[in-house]
Structure formats: structure tokens, C-alpha cells
């Protein structure tokens, strides 16, 4: 049993490692535990203090506990992956994020191909050889390479493969809170990116390994399961990350708020021990526990062993060690320890979603459904725990979500209700199926044919939630206060008894903690941002109780930047989107919006474009009906306080007054430039001028105080103010997203000149 003075330690480990990514990080862990030590000291004349706080740890551990957790934050630090002198950001010429390299790699193949979401395969290389014109390097470096499905398809692990292609640094955010893919792959070690156009296999390698097993088991259970539900099922084994499930499956379940039957998880570590133990009763304990313990790590092997999944695994086989020695166990003092362990394994884990969202389910369940099962003891006990068990992982880990995301799943308690008995059947038959492909694959394959129809009646379920009017709501993401504040009064219901007795006050004092910064910001919130994308521009123009829109993009900006931003930022209606371009990859665009987001109206230049949208408005099943409004040269459409015109198409020019200001935004390429049409039109003042064609070209009449360029020039010359006289100027490739507010005016997302990829 872990002594309180243990639990504060592991604590103080687990927050050192929190606060080690921020500047004012050791600041706050001193200020907690000076205080912590100043009230211990006190406790003894201070009567409103919990009795547990009073007998609690000396004030001398709280002292120790400050030390623990600088020292978590300097071992942090000691862990970090940098780049090596052979890496190959190092070697080649320094990339940006404007260069690209033609470039030669050898290497060892690490990782399975996996899909993407624009339909490329990517894997991990780890290079030891280098071409860069006609010069070849040395080089121990690990890459992100992307080829396609078709160079892909007999690649795997082990393989020494010549992949010719483009070396480009990884993108960081270009928006606050939005996906940086540049960090994400710097905590793996990978700080160079490789677009592939030939591959050639060098060495076959060996063909044996778990991803060997892995792939048996999911062509077996395609086999009779099909290719949608068959990579269902076996995602609810194996896990999404080494599943190529469909994206339209995926974000339902994601948007359904049932994210964790895709993920390997300790939902599905907690079923297969259930099942293993039921099945085994008969046999003594120590027996019993032998078996649980190998299937637990057999099902670790074959999912990857993802951080999720090693929490779970670890609780199983203490939890059967306990069984068998007859002792009982002290769940959060597991946990704690448990989550000690791993962190120590790889520190990097406590920034991984699924590692936090893990370990806050787990002490929600752990903590909360004792207490939902007293209040709901009027329903009979099973019925209970289905709505007990998915209540409390949802009161644990709502705020985390609400702080990464801004979204909450409208009706994801009562979908996991619904959906719990086919998760049950689908997790316990599919590792059964699994083990029994492995062993013979028709025979798993005839076992998981027998799950087709839970498998379909549970896809059309999801489906079914996710076409619900409302079914998610964006509430904007919260801040760092407010989510502690959140999970200070969580803590104060479980650890204070006086909050026990009031836990109806803290569930009022959460939802004004929610709801009135949130209704603060939404109703005064006046914004213009420019994405850093330029196929097409994008515009997204948020004031008080209305939308805009200008431009989608394509269906990969439309899933991967578009969407998780409006959700960010509470917007859970477009009132008025304009396209300037309706070339068929951005229809796809408009297509996947229009399913996930509700619009108002859709307007276009008169003409094609116009025509071309209201057929794609026809085949398409949006949620809403949406109102498709051409639009003439010089015709205006007002919102609020915005004012947008086309002035011409094809490149389209827009004039658009925002707040008294005039925004002119001029597309162009190579073949088609504005630049005659600009020099003769008789355009207001100009105020900023938005610049998406050839970099430096826009006639010197109009005079703007502002110049944004989105132009993707290796070079950004045109920019240099000693080359030309400039107003004010941004380029989006090098400042990323632009965003205006009129208390701030103008301020980027990335600081000018800093193109180094940042793990934290």
C-alpha cells in the first residue's frame, strides 16, 4: 500500500515533467510547494483545514517534493531527442520551410506502410546514406517518408530500400493549439521529412516479426468481414495506429465520443482479462493469473505496446499478482506507481493524449462509479454500471478534452450505453479471432465472419449519432486556468469531505468556470485570420454572432486545419462562404465541410464556378439545406459589418470592408496575372493588400499600408526592404497564419526567422 508520503512524490515526478515544456514551469512547482509546506505547518491551528491535510506529510517532504520534481524536469530535458552530428538536417544544407531538396536516401525500413489521409503510404526510415547532387554522405538519421500505395505495397519492417525524392522540413502550427507535425515527429526522433517518387528494394530482409503477425490477422478477418468491417474489428484489437481503418469510420467514432473502441486501450485490456479469467475459474489462482498475465502481453505485442495499453497491462498483472497472494490492492497508489514506472521509461509520454486520457479514466472510474452506483441504485445493477462506468471516464477526462479540442460529443454518454454490448462481443470475439488467425487464417477468418453483423449494426449506430442535429458542440478550447480550475474542484469532491457533501456546488461552479468565459469571448470576439495555405486563400472572419468564410480549401485542409480550428474557436455555424475557385479537389473540400459543419449560404462569382457548385450543393448530403447565392461583378453580400465584392474572377479579385477598412485580395498564377486589370480598375484606397500569385508583382498605384504575401517563392526577395521601398509586410510562408483583431492589429503564429522545430 503506497503511504501518502509516496503518493505526493510521484506526484511532484509526474507535475515536474508537466511544468518542464513552460517557461514560468519551475516557478509554479516552487510557489506549490512552499505553500504546501507553509499550510502543513500551520495545520495544527488551523481548524478549516482537512483533517487528512493536517496529518498529512511534514513540511520538510514538501520541501523534498520541490526538489523531485526540478529534478523530473532536468531528467526531461536529458531525454529529449536532438538531432545528432550525422543527422540529416545537419549533413545537407539547412532546410527551411520554404526549400526543397532532390535527394537519394538508403536506409533500413522501421515501421509498417500506413495510409494517410491524402492517400499516401508513410513509414519510418533510418537512413545511412545520403545523395544530395551527385554527392553522397554518411548519415544516422531517421526519417518520415511518404511514397505511394503502389511503391508501398511490398515494403515492410526490415527491408533496406533507395528511396529518391524531395527532403523537406516538417511543418510546424501555423494556428494556435492547431496540429504541429514538426513536433510531433521531434519527440520521435525525427527532424527531416522525405517525399518519395522512386523506390527501390535493395535488400528483402526477413519476413517475420509482429508486423507479420499483425498483418495475418487483418487480411484473415477482411476476409469474410469485408473491407470496412473487417479493418473495424480489427482496429478494436490492434488499434487504429496500425489499422488502415477508413477516415469516414474513424471521425464518427471520434465524433460520436467513442474514440477509445479504436484505440488499444485499457477498455479492451480490461474485456480480454475479464474473458480470460471467466474462462479459466475452474484452474487454481496462481494458474489463472499465469495465463491472464501472457494474454495481456500477447495483446501488448500485437498492438504496438502503446503507453495506453502498457498502463493497463501493468494494472492487469499487479492486480492478478494480488489476486493470487491474496492481498489487496490500492488503486491509486497503482496508478500513481504505475505511471512512475513508464514515465521513467520514456518521459516523453506525458504529452501523448492517449497516455493522459488513459490514466484520467482510469482514476475516474476508479474515484467516481463507487459514487454513481449509490445514486443510481434505483436502476438495476447492470443497467447501472453501463451508465456509471462511461459517466465517470467522461467527468475525467471532459475538461482535458475541452482544453485540446473545444469539442464535446453531444450524445456520446448515451452512445456509449448503446454501444457497449457490441464493443464487448466485437473486442472478445476479434482477439479471439486474431489468435486463432495466427494459427490457422480460415479458421480466423470464420470465426470473425460470425461477427459481421454486430460489426454493421454498430457502424450504421455511429453513423446514425453523428447524423443527429447537434450531435457535437464546439465550445471553443479552454485555458490552462480554467482547466485546473476544473480538475481543483474534482479533487476537492474526492478529497475534501465537505466537498462530498456539496458536489452539487461544484458541478455549478464548473459549468460557470465553462460557460461565462466562453459566452464572454463569443459574444465580443471580432477576428480575421488568414491561413498560410494559398491553394486556394483562405479567410475566416469571426464577429459577434456571425461567420465567414472565404474559401475551404481542399478535403485534407478541410479535416486536418479547417474544422479542428472552427472548433477551437466555438464556431458552430458558417453564415455566409464564398468560394473564389471551384477546381474539383476543392469541391472535395467544400463536400467534406458541408458534412461536418452547417452553412448558411454558399456564394460564388457568377459564371462556372457558380454552376459548378450548385451541382456539387445537389449530390451532396448536408445536414442542413444550404442556400447557394451567385454573385455578379460589383454585387455586393454585407454580414455585420463586412462587406465583400467580387470584382473580377478568374483570378478572382475580392474587395472586402471590414470594419472601415479595405481588404483586397488578388489571386494569380504564372499564366493569368491581375496586374494590367489592377493598373486601369478604379479601385477605394486600399488599405491591405492580400498578394496570393507571383511574389513581389503587384503595381506599386495601389499603395496599401499593409501587404500580405502568400506566395510559395523559394525566396521571399520582394519582401526585402532594402530591394524595395515596403509598408508593413507579412509573408504567410515565413510567419505562418496572419491574424487582425482591432484592440492588436496584426500578429503571426511564427516568429519571423525561427524555422528550427521545437519539441515543446
Known sequence: MLPLSGIVLCLAFILGLLMAGTTWGWLVVIVLGLVAALLRGQATRTSWLPFAWRMGPPPWLWLVAIGVAIGASFYLHIRLPYPNAFDISRVVTPLTSSTRLEATVIGEVKTFPRLTRSQKAQFQLQARKVTVASDPQRVRSLLYVTVSQKLAKPIHPGQTVE??????????????????????????????????????????????????????????????????????????????????????????FIQAGLAHALAASGFHVSLILAAVLALTRPLPLNQQAMIGSGVLIIFGALSGFAPSVLRAILM?????????????????GLLLIIAVILLVMNPLWVWDLGFQLSFLATFGLVMSVPTFMRILDWLPPRLATLVAVPLAATLWTLPLQLYRFGLVPVYGLVANILAMGFLVILTVGGFVSGLAAVLWPLLGSALAGLLYYPAHVLRILIAAVTQLPGSTLAVGTISLLQLIILYGLLL????????????????????????????????????????????????????????????????????????????????????????????????????????????????????EDANTLTQMLAATKSKLPVEMEPLQARQSVTIGQIEVQFLRTQPAIVLLKIQGKNWLLVTGGKASNPQAWLQTAQLPRIDVLWWVGQPGTWPDSLKPEIIIDSSRADKSSSLDPAARPLPQAYWTLRDGAIRWTPENGFRTTVSPGDQTSEIF
Open 163 to 252: 528511396v529518391s525524392g524531395l527532403l523537406y522540413q516538417p511543418p510546424r502550427a501555423s494556428l494556435p493549439k492547431g496540429f504541429d507535425f514538426a513536433q510531433r515527429l521531434a519527440r520521435q526522433g525525427i527532424f527531416v521529412g522525405l517525399s518519395g517518387k522512386q523506390l527501390q528494394i535493395t535488400d528483402t530482409g526477413s519476413r517475420w516479426g509482429w508486423w507479420a503477425v499483425r498483418q495475418r490477422i487483418v487480411r484473415s478477418q477482411a476476409r469474410f468481414l469485408g473491407e470496412t468491417e473487417g479493418p473495424l474489428v480489427s482496429a478494436m484489437v490492434l488499434g487504429r495506429r496500425t489499422v488502415d481503418l477508413p477516415n469516414e469510420i474513424e471521425d464518427q
Open 492 to 607: 476537492g469532491v474526492w478529497l475534501w469531505p465537505w466537498g462530498r457533501k456539496r458536489w452539487q456546488l461544484a458541478i455549478a461552479m464548473a459549468l460557470v468556470v465553462i460557460v461565462i468565459p466562453v459566452w464572454q469571448v463569443q459574444s465580443n470576439r471580432w477576428q480575421v485570420t488568414l491561413f498560410d495555405s494559398v491553394s486556394p486563400p483562405i479567410m475566416v472572419i469571426e464577429q459577434p454572432g456571425a461567420t465567414l468564410l472565404l474559401n475551404s480549401g481542399d478535403e485534407r485542409m478541410v479535416q486536418q486545419s479547417l474544422i479542428p480550428f472552427l472548433q477551437r474557436q466555438g464556431v458552430n455555424r458558417i453564415e455566409v462562404a464564398i468560394a473564389t475557385s471551384t477546381w474539383p479537389r476543392l469541391q472535395q473540400g467544400w463536400q467534406a465541410l458541408l458534412q461536418r459543419m452547417p452553412v448558411t449560404t454558399l456564394s460564388a462569382g457568377i459564371g
Open 316 to 332: 492487469g498483472i499487479a492486480s492478478l499478482s494480488a489476486l493470487v497472494a491474496g492481498r489487496k490492492t490500492q488503486p491509486v
